[in-house]
T-cell receptor, first 114, second 114 residues
Framework: DVKVTQSSRYLVKRTGEKVFLECVQD?????MFWYRQDPGLGLRLIYF???????EKGDIPEGYSVSREKKERFSLILESASTNQTSMYLC?????????????FGDGTRLSIL | AQSVTQLDSHVSVSEGTPVLLRCNYS??????LFWYVQHPNKGLQLLLK??????LVKGINGFEAEFKKSETSFHLTKPSAHMSDAAEYFC????????????FGTGTRLQVTL
């Protein structure tokens, strides 16, 4: 079974802090994704990566950056946290480039910015 | 652009009665469609996927969905609801021109009562 592990389930940070969210997958997947989930809005893609050191902007990249130095790890960085970044953050991974490859999700990090 | 619309934000059924969660899609091409489920404080789990093979797709936990091109619909059904089915359900379409990007609906919360 695919395992996608997010380092924290709950996180509380202060406005202006630099925040790191970590995600690790154990199935040698090429693709990794970061989403945020807000009530009534579903999931929105922040960034994704299809290979080590490669990244592409998703639909809402403003205020975020990412890092993928190793294939199994994909980090989301909030450069200067703001209260409107309080949300549930979900990491996912998928195999290769086939269109029928599903994404496998971690359990999420609930981030509160005070 | 591809999109999905989940027609109900909240559905309530009694245990043992049928479940119907409605989803319409918009796509210029033959789409790849998915249903995911999210239980409280958990990540998303793939229920089933449609990728232009059989139009009736069977998934896990007794769920199935039928792809109807003439109606641009991909509704999720289950003959008999169980208490453990209470969760949020997301209809998802793969973005054409990308191998892996997905667009999520806003979700339908399923409540199952005794």
């Amino acid at each position: 079974d695919v395992k996608v592990t997010q380092s924290s389930r709950y996180l509380v940070k202060r406005t202006g802090e630099k925040v790191f969210l970590e995600c690790v997958q154990d199935m040698d997947h090429e693709n990794m994704f970061w989403y945020r989930q807000d009530p009534g809005l579903g999931l929105r893609l922040i960034y994704f990566s299809y290979d080590v050191k490669m990244k592409e902007k998703g639909d809402i990249p403003e205020g975020y950056s990412v890092s993928r130095e190793k294939k199994e790890r994909f980090s989301l960085i909030l450069e200067s946290a703001s209260t409107n970044q309080t949300s549930m953050y979900l990491c996912a991974s998928s195999l290769g480039t086939g269109s029928n490859q599903p994404q496998h999700f971690g359990d999420g990090t609930r981030l509160s910015i005070l | 652009a591809q999109s999905v619309t989940q027609l109900d934000s909240h559905v309530s059924v009694s245990e043992g009665t049928p479940v119907l969660l409605r989803c319409n899609y918009s796509s210029s091409y033959s789409p790849s469609l998915f249903w995911y489920v999210q239980h409280p404080n958990k990540g998303l789990q793939l229920l089933l996927k449609y990728t232009s093979a059989a139009t009736l797709v069977k998934g896990i936990n007794g769920f199935e969905a039928e792809f109807k091109k003439s109606e641009t619909s991909f509704h999720l059904t289950k003959p008999s609801a169980h208490m453990s089915d209470a969760a949020e359900y997301f209809c998802v379409v793969r973005v054409v021109g990308t191998a892996s990007k997905l667009t999520f609906g806003t979700g339908t919360r399923l409540q199952v009562t005794l």
